[in-house]
């Protein structure tokens, strides 16, 4: 019993870090989708490169919260008995 609530802690954090990798893809697909159309901006006003630092600076500080909770499941999830193979025998079932 407890082996299997471990390995279901364990799957729901490895979805959380799938999760976690989706977020990060759309929040670079994003970015790169807001800064492509800006060499064809014309005129280009000087606000509108602040805007785009900002949006840069914004992007940048999700990306490493992410990766920072990304670290923190990744970490937990080293942790487990169910993460090493040889701790799990299935040789009575």
């Known amino acids: ?3 299997e609530l471990e ?3 364990f799957r729901q954090v490895s979805a959380a870090v799938v999760e976690l990798d989706r977020a990060r ?3 670079e697909n994003e970015a790169r989708g807001t800064e492509f159309p800006v ?4 005129p280009l006003a000087g606000s ?8 840069r600076q914004h992007a940048e500080n999700e990306k490493k919260k992410i990766a920072a909770r ?3 499941a990744l970490q937990k999830r080293r942790s487990w008995p169910c993460w090493k193979p040889a701790a799990i025998d299935r040789s009575n079932g």
């Open 1 to 3: 019993m407890q082996l």
């Open 7 to 9: 390995e279901i802690k």
């Open 25 to 27: 893809a759309a929040l």
């Open 39 to 42: 060499p064809d901006w014309n």
């Open 48 to 55: 509108d490169l602040a805007a785009l630092g900002g949006f």
């Open 70 to 72: 990304r670290a923190e």
